[in-house]
């Protein structure tokens, strides 16, 4: 191939390298992948609750309790019982939702036992039962942590008010029977029932069925203030004292099973994201 030739064919090449780059720099940089739009629901929801409460009582108190000798509260401790509840609230968005709920505690039994001197040396003892039931109204706030698989953990809080009853309450115990032995004491209490500022720590696990409906397993830690007993009357129904029985800082951990309905759920989509070249 002479000189010519070469140099037309490098021409020619040239040419054709420079207008292939042209004609590519031309096409469209293929989009990226549109990102799904995020869906907030908002709306009003019922909800039913059932549950199991496990129950303690911090401290026992009676007018007669201070100046006794050597007394000593070996047991005091509730039987656990069930929950139900019902209540209405609204979800703002995926993240944060309220309700205000209202709630039967059942009737749980209550088992204590103590040992003290009488002031003639003697050692004595109470045996003590009782049950207990409670109506709960809470209202509470939740942040609901995100959503995974159609799970979504929660936290929340929530503060309220409390009705606690004590009734059926017995103290069966000794006394010296003036022999030199010990005769069997029985006294009782009729119900008596104490309002209380209540609050509540909650976790728990949502899984959404539709948008509509969810169920909920939960722990509450509740704490639900004082409870008292009426007058303790001794079996021949002498009563020289102002004496009912205290339960001081009844507290709870309970276990929740619950169902949501949203009444109207309303989405709202938040636009795709766009790719720019």
Known sequence: MGPTKMLAFAGAATALMTTTAATAADFPIAPGPAYPPVIETSGWYLRGDIGMTNQKVKTLDNVLFPGTPDLVHHDKNFESGMLFGIGAG????NWFRFDVTGEYRGETGFHGFD????FDGNPRFNNYTGKKSEWLVMANAYLDLGT???ITPFIGAGVGWSYNTIHSFRDAGTAPDGGGGFA?????AKAGSKSNLAWALHAGLSYEVTKSFSVELAYRYLNLGDAVSGDIIAFDGTNNFNNPMHFKDITSHDVKFGLRWMLQPEPTYQPPLMHRG
């Open 90 to 93: 609204y979800k703002v968005n």
């Open 115 to 118: 040992t003290w001197t009488d």
């Open 148 to 150: 995974w698989w159609r």
């Open 184 to 188: 069997p004491t029985m006294a009782f």
